[in-house]
């Protein structure tokens, strides 16, 4: 027992085991616990006498000692384990050590770098070291445990830092022959410059993973061979060793092939194999006879063996290769010799392949050898004598194609010999489409003046204007009688507007129904009031009676309509102080929208300023109470059967009456015109219509409000004033002939500029960009269709505009445009999204709300580029731009058939911005 009581061991310092001499130990005094453990009381040690002196006397003894203690264990040597082994790179150690110091702390290193680092390894707190994962060029480190407290007790050991081993596993091939091998040697820890060794001496080795190398060498004589392999350079180490038998190397032969039939006068390639010897040759004979011989055939040096002309008595021959190195060394093969079959019977097709056109036919014809019976049956795809579908053929070869194209596009012509039927020859055919023709500068003007005087070209009118010419074709539509609009049974709007699109799409006299469309934008009226149909079938019957009449009697006729009366409050307007004075709508509407707008205008248009640059109102609030007491006194026709009354009830049979007693008789004047007093109801609406068809504005503004309706939304002004002069005077001092107008309109020059310039065009508001869609296809909207209520979507309801500006403002600019684009106020991204909807319907479900005519693009289903081309002159009259047509074709091609690429061709050309733009 250690001096002053007994000692309590410690843990083991930093994982030292009693497997390395032991755990490191130290030792200390306990805790007073007890009287067993207790160490001698103070009265034993020191008495009673002089306690206190005693106890200070007693702490200098007890530090002395302390210090005497800890000189004492100074002397201990630390010791580290393991003090010497290796280790792989990559790979960590646990080291301990014995540390007979107190305190017992240390700090470990490696060659003496405290904690080491990524070189030579790193080393922690605990001891665990981590070699580096590459070996140090010096790759034996040492590691050391320094005593914290007195640094100059080290313990150390030795650590040999090597490459991973290289285990070898197996070499094959095994066993080996004499001469030069090549082996395989699998294993594990294989690296990129990993060496094979053989017998200790390196051999050339490709490294192929990191458990296969491939190594070549000699084996000189027979015996074994001692394989390892070895990793070079710093950290080297050599693997464990495989043993592989080394045999004496014996001449073989080997042919092929090893049997043969042989036709009569046919030849026959042999190929021989020496192995076990480095001469390769070898000597070829038929029969025991080098070279052969005619009887029972020859082969050459190279192997090539050429049948008799006759059969021999045997018909059974041996080939053989010999070693010229070893002549006892032979292989050889059998060849068994054949009577050769006679002539096949052959057929041969002309031509062997060509082109057809849909519709055309080529004449085919067969060459039949090997038989006295030249007969042949044709047939097409396989179907004897062929079909409507890939085209039919005659039995003299006369091959008429299909007038579809079928898919695929090839057909295959065969002629089966009826002597062998087993024999055919064939012809592949190609058909193709008839070419698109190109689009002439006619066609282009033809169809440019048909979208700007109809709802859309047509097949039918299309061909009419090639006949007769523009100005011709004008001619006719004039004369034309009109299309009757009749009075929905029900009294049903919802009829009357279905009515409206199927005439849009089918009525003769276009021209007429075009120019009444453009008149109902300026002179509204419109169904969101006027709810029952023979509330607006008066003043639809004005429109188109007057579209190629006087401007001032439709004027007159629509201030009498009753329609108008109900839509703008003029019915029952009267005189002030009865009823509640003029009703102010129809007159201000009838200056702002129907005749002179709201600013001075000259004659091509453009505003008049004053000398601020300001623009000069045509009229001012006082004008319109002028005006409106000037039409006062109108009311309702009176009913049949009823009684007239001061103020009637509505009714829409006929023109409104007069009420002279509602009637203002004072004197009006406005717009630079008296209306002397007195006058009756007609006099003063006859008065007010000759100031305003007068009025300076009346034809610029006119003049605008149809040229861009019917052609252009951003006219010149030259264009504007040739038209407004046309209105002033039609040739003979007429003012406002309409037809006169129109016809200036549709053939000015500008309207007649075939060449788009940057600012011309219109863009198709829904009406007629999907009435013109159906036209082009030969088609139309069917007399019970139920679709307006998707014109309601795309924000042009039929019939029912949602104000007195109509469905859109005439004075709408492009968005971020100088330019006027009025149809663009009901573009968004949602209605043109609808729009390409509509197509999709029409062109996938057609039935009973329209109905078009896709046969003329059938010949083109299969063949992409006419058919894009056929889309092109039909919607766009051949002014597709290049890109444009590259890009509907890989949109259409991959579509599963003729149908699918068709409809897909037109949608998509339909979508596009040229499509939606009238030029």
């Not at 040096?301 to 080939?319: D, F």
Request: charge should be neutral.
């Amino acid at each position: 027992m250690p001096p002053g009581g007994p000692k309590v061991p410690l843990l083991p310092l930093h994982g030292g085991s009693a497997g390395l001499d032991g755990p490191v130990r130290l030792w200390t005094r306990p805790r007073r616990v007890g009287a067993n453990l207790a160490v001698a009381d103070d009265k034993e040690r020191f008495g009673m006498r002089n306690r206190l002196g005693l106890i200070g006397g007693g702490i200098v003894l007890l530090l002395a000692c302390l210090a005497n203690s800890s000189r004492a264990q100074v002397a201990g040597a630390i010791a580290v384990y393991p003090e010497t082994s290796s280790i792989e790179i990559g790979s960590s150690r646990q080291f301990s050590a014995y540390v007979p110091i107190s305190p017992n702390t240390i700090t470990w290193s490696v060659n003496d770098i405290v904690g080491g680092n990524t070189t030579i390894g790193t080393i922690s707190a605990a001891g665990l070291y981590q070699a580096p994962t590459v070996a140090p060029a010096a790759n034996v480190v040492t590691v050391k445990a320094r005593s914290t407290a007195f640094p100059t007790s080290v313990g150390s050991a030795t650590l040999t830092i090597t490459r991973r081993y290289p285990w070898l596993w197996s070499v094959s091939p095994s066993p080996l022959t004499t001469g030069n091998y090549t082996v395989r040697l699998n294993g594990a820890n294989f690296a990129p410059d990993s060496k094979a060794l053989a017998n200790g001496v390196e051999l050339a080795t490709t490294y192929i993973s990191s458990t296969r190398l491939d190594a070549s060498g000699a084996a000189a004589a027979a015996g074994s061979l001692q394989f390892a392999v070895r990793q070079p350079g710093p950290g080297a180490v050599t693997g464990n060793v495989v043993s592989v038998t080394v045999n004496t190397a014996t001449t073989t032969v080997a042919i092929s092939p090893t049997s043969a039939s042989v036709a009569l006068g046919s030849t026959r390639t042999f190929s021989a194999t020496v192995s076990g010897t480095a001469n390769k040759s070898v000597t070829w004979s038929v029969n025991g006879v080098v070279g052969g011989s005619s009887s029972v055939g020859t082969i050459s040096s190279s192997g090539v063996y050429t049948a008799p002309a006759a059969l021999p008595a045997s018909p059974t021959v041996t080939v053989r290769a010999t070693s010229v190195a070893t002549p006892t060394a032979f292989a050889q093969a059998t060849v068994t010799l054949t009577v050769p079959p006679p002539p096949p019977v052959t057929v041969a097709v002309s031509p062997a392949s060509t082109t057809v056109q849909l519709g055309a036919s080529q004449a085919f014809t067969a060459v039949v050898s090997g038989t006295n019976n030249t007969a042949v049956t044709w047939s097409v795809n396989g179907t004897v004598g062929g079909s409507a579908t890939v085209g039919t053929i005659s039995a003299a070869g006369f091959y008429t194609a299909p007038a579809a194209m079928p898919s695929p596009a090839t057909v295959t012509v065969r002629a089966v010999s009826v002597a062998s039927p087993s024999s055919s020859g064939q012809s592949t055919v190609t058909l193709t489409s008839p070419p698109v023709p190109p689009v002439t500068p006619s066609q282009v003007a033809a169809a440019r003046f048909l979208e700007q005087s109809s709802f859309g070209p047509s097949p039918a009118t299309l061909e009419r204007v090639a006949q007769v010419g523009i100005e011709a074709f004008l001619d006719e539509q004039f004369t034309l009688p009109e299309t009757p609009i009749p009075l929905p049974s029900g009294n049903s709007a919802g009829s009357l507007r279905q009515w409206a699109l199927y005439n849009y799409s089918s009525a003769p006299d276009q021209l007429r129904q075009r120019v009444a469309y453009s008149l109902s934008q300026i002179v509204v009226t419109s169904g969101t009031k006027l709810v029952y149909a023979d509330e607006l079938v008066p003043w639809l019957r004005l429109l188109s009676q007057h579209a190629f009449g006087n401007y001032r009697d439709l004027l007159r006729d629509v201030t009498k309509c009753p329609s108008m009366g109900k839509f703008l409050d003029l019915a029952n307007s009267m005189k002030p102080g009865m009823g509640g004075g003029a009703n102010e709508n129809y007159p201000r509407e009838l200056m702002q929208l129907f005749t002179i707008g709201l600013w001075m205008l000259n004659q091509d248009g453009s505003q008049q300023t004053n000398a601020a640059g300001q623009p000069i109102p045509a009229y001012t609030q006082e004008t319109v109470r002028q005006v409106a007491l000037a039409l006062t006194g109108w009311t309702y026709a009176t009913a049949p059967n009823a009684t007239p009354q001061n103020a009637n009830w509505e009714y829409f049979g006929a023109p409104m009456e007069t009420r002279q007693g509602n009637h203002d008789t004072t004197a009006k004047t406005f717009l630079g015109t008296t209306l002397p007093a007195g006058q009756t109801v007609e006099q003063d609406l006859e008065g007010v219509l000759d100031t305003l068809m007068h009025h300076p504005n009346i034809a610029p503004f006119i003049a605008t409000r149809l040229i861009r309706s019917l052609v252009m939304s951003n006219p010149s002004g030259a264009y504007i004033q040739r038209v407004a002069d046309v209105f002033v005077d039609n040739g003979a001092g007429v003012r406002g002939d309409l037809k006169a107008v129109v016809r200036a309109i549709l053939l000015d020059p500008e309207a007649r500029q075939d060449t788009a310039t940057v600012n011309q065009g219109r863009l198709k508001e829904p009406i007629l960009h999907i009435s013109g869609f159906l036209r082009a296809l030969n088609g139309r909207f069917t007399s019970g269709q139920q679709v307006t209520y998707l014109f309601d979507y795309m924000a042009q309801g039929v019939l029912t505009p949602p104000s007195v500006f109509s469905w859109f403002s005439p004075l709408y600019r492009v968005p971020n445009s100088p330019l006027f684009g009025p149809e663009f106020q009901i573009y968004t991204p949602t209605e043109a999204t609808l729009r390409g909807n509509f197509f999709h319907a029409i062109l996938n479900y057609p039935g009973s709300d329209f109905v078009v005519d896709l046969a003329p693009f059938q010949p083109y289903g299969n063949d992409m580029v006419s058919l894009v081309e056929k889309a092109n002159q039909v919607l766009l009259y051949g002014r597709m731009p290049a890109a444009m047509k590259q890009v509907i074709i890989n949109a259409a091609a991959p579509g599963y058939d003729a149908k699918t690429r068709i409809e897909t061709a037109l949608y998509l050309t339909a979508l596009t911005g040229q499509y939606a733009i009238q030029h």
